[in-house]
């Protein structure tokens, strides 16, 4: 197993936690929580091993706006493509804007 931080700046919080996706063949699971205002960390535990700096890339591109939401992710992959991780990664955050969590 693989595991990689990686840290950025953000705007403020995001409104609520999110799940996207699930560990399986081929696809990951992204979990996010609200992070502190004006950071975004992103922990990724991968069954592939080498793909740091393909993790990197992909990530650094979707954070490259420090507008985005402060968030704190988990992602657990399972050979996702890169294309997986930024749609899973964009349905996490489209739930994270939605607003409070229901009861």
């Known amino acids: 197993m693989q595991r990689l931080s990686l840290e950025y700046p953000a705007g403020a919080p995001a409104a609520r936690r999110a799940l996207a996706g699930v560990v399986g063949s081929g696809d990951l699971e992204v979990l996010l929580e609200p992070a502190g205002q004006g950071?975004?960390?992103?922990?990724?535990?991968t069954s592939v091993d080498g793909v740091n700096d393909?993790?990197?890339a992909v990530i650094d591109r979707i954070f490259a706006n420090s507008e985005q939401p402060a968030v704190a992710l988990e992602i657990n992959d399972f050979g996702a493509t890169p294309a997986v991780v930024r749609l899973r990664i964009a349905q996490a955050m489209e739930q994270a804007a939605s607003g409070p969590e229901s009861a």
């Open 54 to 56: 393909i993790w990197t």
């Open 39 to 45: 950071r975004s960390t992103v922990a990724i535990t």
